[in-house]
């Protein structure tokens, strides 16, 4: 049974069939399908188009339907062409004629798009919850890890002493915009599109008001033309997962990193590593190794997407058939993942020895630099001088803090008026050189606990 035969005297090509049919994907949707109808057909009893008891017929019937798909029952047709004929065509099976007016007023274009955006509303609280539980692992590794001192590193060089506790929540921040995002695009996901029939509004005195406030939408779309094509709500999901992805990309790729035998700082357990079939001694990063593939992934499936909406006309087309696939694989990727590294991370091992043995006294340059500010130089001035000192320190084989005094006021020769003490050497402490990063946001033990502060109350505001 097609919602559509009764205009075709042949029978479609069965590829062409098999093309144009999504029951495989948009069976996903069956509940909200069932609930947006079930909705719909109270609309029309209070519009007068459906008596009480063709509703109780309607409703109950749904309600049966509904039962059949949550017990895992329902069995999917030959002719279902999608999720909306598989339901009409069951609702028929069981209360006979009365299902034939179940669509009245309706199209399957608003509809599916009704469908869908239940279906996102339906679940964006549980990946805002992943999200927030992996923030918890971050927040509590945060606390776990306060004080160890680790490099800090731009352009994947060592640049500055940090404390570890400060990276961890470094990679915080990004979930948090990322389910900040989430939480906003519900706003925009509440937009009630049923009503709006096949693009011009349906002729029957619907209150969509009351459809929108039943159905748990904020209101009704105001244009029907746009409502039954608006996929903005997929692309701007779509993007939040390719952040999302990229986030988690980042942070996989330095923990790869840093459980690597050159780095030597992080350590997996076996629960969350691979072996090899060739290679007995290795014990790989495998889950994030994948969280850094499907990134890529993730970013495709907006690429992809924006592609088809970007020649589309007015109204609907079936390109936007083309919607769900990959906002369920972006919701399926993340749900997938987002449990898994939070495991992976909440029982990472650390080396707080090999981090600190990573920090040599250039990391100090700037502190060096900091130092002759201090004396009365300029900035660019002791940039310029401390820039000589790593030369003459190189030329020697030296670290910076074994120049004597003697050598550090020779390269100050044309500045006779600079102090240089032995006070210089303070610089070289990288604990030191942690604690004086003390303004908002900065490294030193009282910022980063007033950053803590500052993410346990952000992970209870969403």
């Given at each position: 049974?097609?919602?559509?035969?009764?205009?075709?005297?042949?029978?479609?090509?069965?590829?062409?069939?098999?093309?144009?049919?999504?029951?495989?994907?948009?069976?996903?949707?069956?509940?909200?399908?069932?609930?947006?109808?079930?909705?719909?057909?109270?609309a029309l009893m209070d519009a007068g188009v459906l008596s009480a008891v063709e509703f109780e017929q309607i409703h109950t019937g749904l309600q049966a339907v509904k039962s059949e798909f949550e017990a895992g029952t329902f069995v999917i047709e030959a002719v279902d062409e999608d999720i909306h004929t598989a339901v009409e065509r069951r609702l028929s099976e069981l209360i006979g004629p009365a299902a034939g007016k179940l669509h009245t007023g309706r199209s399957r274009n608003d509809q599916v798009v009704t469908d869908l955006r239940l279906w996102l509303l339906d679940e964006l609280p549980a990946l805002r919850k992943s999200l927030e539980s992996l923030q918890a692992v971050l927040l509590g590794?945060?606390?776990?890890?306060?004080?160890?001192?680790?490099?800090?590193?731009?352009?994947?060089?060592?640049?500055?002493?940090?404390?570890?506790?400060?990276?961890?929540?470094?990679?915080?921040?990004?979930?948090?915009?990322?389910?900040?995002?989430?939480?906003?695009?519900?706003?925009?996901?509440?937009?009630?599109?049923?009503?709006?029939?096949?693009?011009?509004?349906?002729?029957?005195?619907?209150?969509?008001?009351?459809?929108?406030?039943?159905?748990?939408?904020?209101?009704?779309?105001?244009?029907?033309?746009?409502?039954?094509?608006?996929?903005?709500?997929?692309?701007?999901?779509?993007?939040?997962?390719?952040?999302?992805?990229?986030?988690?990309?980042?942070?996989?790729?330095?923990?790869?990193?840093?459980?690597?035998?050159?780095?030597?700082?992080?350590?997996?357990?076996?629960?969350?590593?691979?072996?090899?079939?060739?290679?007995?001694?290795?014990?790989?990063?495998?889950?994030?190794?994948?969280?850094?593939?499907?990134?890529?992934?993730?970013?495709?499936?907006?690429?992809?997407?924006?592609?088809?909406?970007?020649?589309?006309?007015?109204?609907?087309?079936?390109?936007?058939?083309?919607?769900?696939?990959?906002?369920?694989?972006?919701?399926?990727?993340?749900?997938?993942?987002?449990?898994?590294?939070?495991?992976?991370?909440?029982?990472?091992?650390?080396?707080?020895?090999?981090?600190?043995?990573?920090?040599?006294?250039?990391?100090?340059?700037?502190?060096?630099?900091?130092?002759?500010?201090?004396?009365?130089?300029?900035?660019?001035?002791?940039?310029?001088?401390?820039?000589?000192?790593?030369?003459?320190?190189?030329?020697?084989?030296?670290?910076?803090?074994?120049?004597?005094?003697?050598?550090?006021?020779?390269?100050?020769?044309?500045?006779?008026?600079?102090?240089?003490?032995?006070?210089?050497?303070?610089?070289?402490?990288?604990?030191?050189?942690?604690?004086?990063?003390?303004?908002?946001?900065?490294?030193?033990?009282?910022?980063?606990?007033?950053?803590?502060?500052?993410?346990?109350?952000?992970?209870?505001?969403?």
């Amino acid at each position: 049974m097609t919602l559509w035969g009764g205009r075709f005297s042949g029978d479609m090509d069965s590829a062409a069939w098999k093309l144009n049919a999504s029951i495989n994907v948009d069976q996903r949707l069956a509940l909200q399908d069932i609930r947006g109808s079930q909705a719909w057909a109270e609309a029309l009893m209070d519009a007068g188009v459906l008596s009480a008891v063709e509703f109780e017929q309607i409703h109950t019937g749904l309600q049966a339907v509904k039962s059949e798909f949550e017990a895992g029952t329902f069995v999917i047709e030959a002719v279902d062409e999608d999720i909306h004929t598989a339901v009409e065509r069951r609702l028929s099976e069981l209360i006979g004629p009365a299902a034939g007016k179940l669509h009245t007023g309706r199209s399957r274009n608003d509809q599916v798009v009704t469908d869908l955006r239940l279906w996102l509303l339906d679940e964006l609280p549980a990946l805002r919850k992943s999200l927030e539980s992996l923030q918890a692992v971050l927040l509590g590794r945060s606390e776990r890890d306060l004080g160890v001192v680790m490099p800090g590193y731009t352009h994947l060089q060592r640049a500055q002493p940090i404390l570890l506790s400060h990276w961890w929540l470094s990679h915080f921040w990004p979930l948090q915009r990322d389910r900040q995002r989430l939480a906003e695009l519900k706003g925009r996901v509440s937009i009630l599109p049923l009503g709006s029939g096949a693009l011009a509004g349906t002729p029957f005195p619907i209150d969509r008001q009351a459809l929108a406030a039943r159905l748990g939408f904020s209101q009704p779309a105001p244009n029907s033309l746009d409502a039954v094509s608006d996929r903005d709500f997929v692309a701007e999901f779509l993007f939040c997962a390719g952040l999302i992805g990229i986030h988690l990309s980042r942070l996989a790729e330095v923990v790869i990193l840093f459980c690597s035998t050159e780095f030597g700082f992080f350590e997996l357990t076996d629960a969350f590593s691979t072996g090899s079939s060739l290679m007995p001694q290795k014990a790989n990063p495998d889950v994030f190794e994948l969280a850094r593939g499907k990134s890529g992934a993730l970013v495709g499936f907006l690429v992809g997407f924006l592609t088809t909406l970007k020649g589309l006309p007015s109204a609907y087309d079936k390109d936007l058939q083309e919607d769900k696939p990959p906002l369920f694989h972006a919701f399926d990727a993340l749900q997938g993942l987002l449990p898994v590294l939070a495991g992976a991370l909440d029982t990472l091992k650390i080396n707080p020895q090999r981090m600190l043995q990573s920090i040599n006294p250039s990391l100090m340059a700037t502190d060096l630099a900091d130092y002759f500010v201090e004396m009365g130089l300029p900035f660019r001035q002791a940039h310029t001088l401390v820039g000589k000192a790593i030369q003459l320190a190189q030329a020697q084989g030296k670290s910076l803090d074994q120049l004597s005094l003697e050598e550090y006021r020779s390269l100050a020769e044309d500045l006779p008026s600079l102090p240089i003490d032995a006070a210089l050497y303070k610089s070289f402490d990288p604990v030191a050189s942690i604690s004086r990063r003390s303004s908002i946001g900065g490294t030193s033990p009282h910022s980063v606990e007033e950053q803590l502060q500052q993410a346990r109350g952000a992970l209870s505001l969403i």
